[in-house]
């Protein structure tokens, strides 16, 4: 079905996965390593199921004290968002919470390594039908869209030994470089765009390319309860073989095609999004954080993502099921556990 293209064993075509093998509560990072430090923190039972699919996403899902989590790499950009929200969206019953948990830029005077909650995103786009090679009286070289705000409530992490943010707007942009305002050899038009952000958008604090996308699309889901099952596979694409760290592996690799249909569910499933963003460059002072710096900020900042995903309740009856799933711990001897 080239709408929705699954392989022969019902895996969706880019992140590689299926039904039972991501959990309703999700981080989203853009790197591999910082997925590896996240899944670090997973319990040592069930063992986690990792998939690094052929187009770069990686999927690593376990338990967090016991809740089923998952950590999904993505790498950058709108379009992978794109991937990562509807594919994930196809493969889970019930609700879908995801916090987007990143580095950033920021545009005011807050320290590299500061934490940045934002409330709000907007969309900053280069507009292709400005005349970039000749300059251009009739259109803007910039576009800008309405602020969407976060559905999902990020509580502070506690004992914060860096300055934590909430109260701000973030900016996604489609370019690290012309869209948010970097002097290049190209004629990008850019050079006061910054302050042109600053006076338009109130409390608009930091740059990055992925947080505003989340939050469309999960603002914008309105979906099926049971979503399109598995017909005629591209001809390319045969089954996948993850990497299941599990005590039955033959449950793990033989979770549900597709999505069923929802049962007792008076709702619809929600998408509910948050994001985490780490100050790693300040526009202002031109400061950039050491290596030494970010893996400090990554580990228990990372970790406060996962107890905020922890905190947050989903009823029951809105939960994937847990029967097949990689995360399934039901039925398996406590000899395996040991």
Request: glycine share 8%; aromatic share 8%.
């Amino acid at each position: 079905q080239s709408d929705f293209p699954k392989t022969a064993d019902g895996r969706v075509y880019h992140l590689g996965i299926k039904a039972g093998e991501v959990a309703n509560r999700i981080v989203t990072v853009g790197s591999l390593s910082r997925a590896g430090q996240i899944a670090s923190y997973f319990d040592p039972f069930p063992g986690p199921f990792s998939l690094h699919s052929e187009r770069g996403f990686l999927t690593v899902t376990g338990r967090y004290r016991g809740t089923p989590v998952s950590v999904v790499s993505i790498g950058m950009g709108g379009p992978n968002v794109d991937f990562f929200i509807r594919e994930v969206r196809e493969c889970l019953q019930g609700d879908m919470l995801v916090i987007r948990f990143g580095s950033c830029g920021c545009l005011t005077d807050l320290p590299v390594g500061s934490l940045v909650l934002p409330k709000a995103s907007i969309a900053v786009t280069r507009n292709l039908d400005f005349d970039f090679a000749n300059g251009d009286r009739w259109r803007v070289p910039y576009t800008l869209s309405k602020p969407l705000r976060r559905a999902l409530e990020y509580t502070r992490p506690v004992d914060a030994s860096v300055p934590v943010v909430s109260d701000t707007v973030n900016a996604s942009t489609d370019s690290f470089y012309s869209s948010q305002g970097r002097q290049t050899s190209f004629q990008d038009y850019n050079s006061g765009l910054i302050d042109h952000l600053k006076e338009t958008i109130q409390d608009i604090t930091t740059f990055e390319m992925e947080t505003y996308w989340v939050f469309h699309l999960a603002a914008s889901w309105r979906g099926l309860s049971s979503p399109s099952p598995a017909l005629n596979p591209p001809l390319t694409a045969g089954p996948v073989f993850p990497i299941a760290a599990s005590p039955h592996p033959e449950t793990a690799c033989t979770a549900l095609h597709g999505p069923q249909p929802i049962k007792n569910i008076v709702q619809q499933p929600s998408i509910r999004a948050a994001a985490v963003q780490m100050v790693f460059a300040s526009r202002p002072s031109r400061e950039f954080i050491t290596p030494e710096h970010v893996s400090k900020l990554e580990a228990w900042s990372g970790l406060a993502v996962l107890e905020a995903l922890r905190a947050t309740d989903i009823p029951q009856d809105r939960l994937h099921p847990q029967k097949g799933s990689v995360w399934d711990t039901e039925g398996i001897p406590l000899k395996a556990a040991l």
